[in-house]
């Protein structure tokens, strides 16, 4: 008997140290991260994979396929796909999501069992003088809190992947501002490459009068310094092109140096959704912002009950073994908490506490976003009128001020300085057009990124999570298609 006892405790000792997991380093290893880093190319595996099941869900929601095709130039659109894939932001918010998954998943588990072993030896001379006992204790988990535990760890997942979703939104958002930003920029360059090729012109038939005397030196000179302050000012936003650029590339987690080019079809990207009709409707129902809001209430409701089932006492039972006296013994305790001196009060103030602060958070949520609403609202309608003012009035009036003024110079009536003033108003009214439109794009971005996605046009694409053997998992708020999260070199083209 006492050898099978002693062979039964190193069983369950073998079996408790079977179940536990062992520890193996895994260092940094920076160089492989940036060779990967740089080998990235918009042709990648995972890119191309994410545009296809992109393509999929819009076929079967809309009719209209999302086409995606790097060869030709990089679009906004395909700049967005390129980031939902490889933005650095991204990649850590989609593994933080893992640490709640990995929660949700092992939330709600019961406690590990005890082994308790008692030895008394007597001191007195005794035929039997040691007493052993042993138990084994267990707790029963009555009061219901493990599934409140799983049921709490399951909503701050969904608070986390509605954090996610809201960050890969805003990032969408940014691609599509520093798209603005860029083609404004590259729009610009072409108006000042423009005007200076049309200064040189003028600067030829300048220096033939300026020989002849029939131009004083001191005209002349306008239009060389007109010349020289407009090639410094190309000079310094070719070099804010490339800044607008290379912000771009970081937006799309792609290396400053990335084999592909940005096509620059107008100035920002088209506008593929209207405002909806019911504004604080739809708010409620698709803004990232008012969803996080919501899923982070949810879960501080969660943590309240938890925190109530808590004060519920759970049953302690410990069945044992022992030998007194030379007599085998068969044990058996049970025993209850009394909830009348702690009662897990504090645990309950606090959560409620929380509560009260996440309603709030959701409140303040709204009230901001009603509030960035109007002003974007405002924006856009200010930026819409200005740059339909320069298309329609201003730009057309310099346009035909240039033209007269080029009429009566080949007409033999050269008035410089009319004709330099008309050439400068004209290439100021097609930057301010520009900028107009810049303002206009970004505006209405501002009103996008605070609806939320179309799911129509764009599905919501929840995060995917990895677990910590390796694996991945992508268990979203709804679903849709999940963005892969790479770190692994692609496997596009070469530079």
């Not at 080998?39 to 009719?63: D, I, M, Q």
């Not at 009061?143 to 969408?172: D, N, T």
């Not at 976003?369 to 930026?383: F, G, K």
């Amino acid at each position: 008997m006492r050898r099978l006892k002693v062979l039964s405790l190193a069983g369950l000792v073998a079996i408790a140290a079977g179940g536990c997991q062992s520890y193996e380093r895994r260092p940094l290893d920076m160089p492989g991260h940036q060779s990967a880093f740089l080998a990235r190319t918009p042709e990648s595996s995972e890119v191309r994979a994410f545009a296809e099941s992109l393509a999929a869900k819009s076929t079967g929601s809309s009719g209209e396929a999302v086409a995606f095709d790097p060869r030709d130039g990089i679009s906004c659109g395909e700049a967005e796909v390129i980031a939902v894939v490889f933005n650095a932001d991204l990649r850590v918010a989609r593994l933080r999501a893992g640490v709640t998954q990995a929660t949700a998943e092992n939330a709600g588990l019961w406690e590990d069992p005890t082994i308790g072993v008692d030895l008394t030896r007597i001191i007195e001379s005794t035929p039997e003088p040691w007493k052993v006992f042993t138990s084994v204790g267990l707790t029963i988990p009555i009061s219901g809190r493990l599934e409140i535990e799983k049921q709490r760890a399951g909503v701050e997942h969904a608070a986390e992947l509605a954090r996610v979703a809201q960050r890969e939104w805003s990032v969408r958002m940014s691609v599509r501002r520093a798209w603005s930003e860029w083609s404004a920029m590259d729009a610009q360059l072409a108006v000042t490459r423009d005007f200076l090729s049309r200064v040189d012109q003028i600067l030829s038939v300048v220096d033939k009068m300026e020989l002849a005397g029939e131009m004083a030196r001191t005209e002349a000179r306008l239009f060389r310094i007109e010349k020289a302050t407009k090639a410094a000012d190309l000079a310094l936003l070719e070099s804010r092109t490339r800044e607008a650029e290379l912000r771009l590339r970081q937006l799309m987690g792609m290396s400053p140096d990335a084999p592909f080019r940005l096509l620059a079809l107008g100035i920002g990207p088209v506008r593929i959704a209207s405002a909806p009709s019911n504004t604080a409707s739809h708010i409620e129902r698709s803004s990232p912002a008012m969803l996080v809001a919501a899923a982070e209430y949810e879960a501080a409701e969660k943590a309240l009950e938890l925190e109530v089932r808590k004060q519920y006492p759970d049953l302690h039972i410990g069945p044992g073994y022992g030998n007194e006296d030379g007599q085998d013994q068969v044990l058996l305790g049970l025993s209850v908490p009394i909830p009348i001196l702690n009662a897990n009060r504090r645990g309950i103030a606090e959560a409620r506490a929380q509560r009260e602060v996440a309603r709030a958070a959701a409140e303040a949520a709204l009230e901001q976003t009603v509030a960035a609403l109007r002003a974007a609202e405002v924006r856009l309608a200010a930026a819409a009128q200005r740059r339909s003012t320069l298309e329609t009035e201003i730009v057309p009036l310099v346009d035909a001020q240039y033209v007269d003024a080029r009429q009566v110079a080949r007409l033999g009536e050269v008035n410089t300085l009319v004709l330099l003033e008309s050439l400068t108003r004209q290439q100021a009214a097609k930057v301010g057009l520009v900028e107009a439109a810049r303002d206009e794009a970004i505006a209405a971005i501002d009103l996008d990124e605070i609806f939320g996605p179309v799911p129509s046009v764009w599905p919501s694409t929840p995060a995917p999570v990895h677990k910590p053997d390796g694996g991945s998992a992508a268990p979203g708020v709804s679903d849709s298609i999940t963005a892969p999260n790479s770190n692994t070199p692609s496997g596009g083209s070469g530079r």
